[in-house]
Nanobody, 124 residues
């Protein structure tokens, strides 16, 4: 069982930045694919970004490409999401996820583990 704990959310003005972090509790020989989804009030959950387990290939939603950067810290068994040039439409609860597979990382159904979420609010 892998537990994921997010941190780094908060309130920021439009144009600002936040760095979200996610620490995984289990240290195993398996490198999980990890990533982020988000859900805004009244909207469906959507893919934000992911990093593969085998090669650290990164993936981004078109809406965040060029503004967000995902990275992995193997020593800390964690990932981070640097969010820049934030917009009010980025306001959502951001969930850290982990998957045993590297396939279909834009699809929420492939992820085996989910964190509790961290709130990001961007004011205009």
């Amino acid at each position: 069982q892998v537990q994921l704990v997010e941190s780094g959310g908060g309130l920021v003005q439009a144009g600002g930045s936040l760095r979200l972090s996610c620490a995984a509790s289990a240290r195993t020989s398996r490198r999980y694919a990890m990533g982020w989804f988000r859900q805004a009030p009244g909207k469906e959950r959507e893919f934000v970004s992911a990093i593969s387990g085998s090669s650290d290939t990164t993936y981004y939603a078109d809406s965040v490409k060029g503004r967000f950067t995902i990275s992995r810290d193997n020593a800390k068994n964690s990932i981070s999401l640097q969010t820049n040039s934030l917009k009010p439409e980025d306001t959502a609860v951001y969930y850290c996820v982990a998957a045993k597979s590297d396939y279909g990382l834009r699809d929420a159904s492939v992820y085996d583990y989910w964190g509790q979420g961290t709130q990001v609010t961007v004011s205009s």
